[in-house]
């Protein structure tokens, strides 16, 4: 398993964290760190992706309702939410990171940690939203 692909798993546990326990994103990331280790390499993307998606939550939650019809946000699975609000944040702002890359990450995470519907719920969230940087990105 790639380095990357452990710090979105770590990541994913931090911001799960984050939305069942209410804390802010520092105190996550110490309380995980704290009892967990890994390489530096992991904790550094890890804290980049949980920091980034923390700091532009609240736009990063109305980018997720204005892709998911008929889905609050408040009615999704805190670990789809958590998936979707991390690759949002790679989507719109790690330039570094191809797109087709998050999404078929996001898709995988689903898949692991998340209920037997979850791949696909977030590949159509995701989808909608990639869909619609391209037609900005053309125009």
């Known amino acids: 398993m790639g380095h990357r692909r452990k710090a979105?798993?770590?990541a994913l546990q931090v911001l799960y964290q984050m939305d069942i326990l209410k804390?802010?994103?520092k105190e996550a990331i110490e309380l995980f760190w704290d009892n967990f280790d890994a390489p530096e390499n992991i904790k550094d993307f890890s804290v980049h992706l949980v920091e980034g998606t923390w700091?532009?939550?609240e736009e990063i939650?109305?980018?997720i309702r204005s892709c998911s019809e008929n889905w609050s946000l408040e009615r999704m699975a805190k670990v789809?939410?958590?998936?979707?609000?991390m690759s949002v944040y790679e989507l719109l702002h790690c330039d570094d990171i191809p797109p087709k890359v998050t999404l078929n990450e996001a898709i995988d995470l689903g898949k692991e940690y998340g209920s037997e519907n979850s791949g696909?719920?977030?590949n159509g969230i995701l989808d909608a939203l990639y869909a619609e940087i391209r037609n900005e990105d053309e125009n």
């Open 23 to 25: 804390i802010d994103a």
């Open 120 to 122: 696909s719920f977030i």
């Open 8 to 10: 979105r798993e770590v």
């Open 55 to 57: 700091n532009r939550i």
């Open 80 to 85: 789809d939410k958590s998936i979707l609000r």
């Open 61 to 63: 939650d109305d980018v």
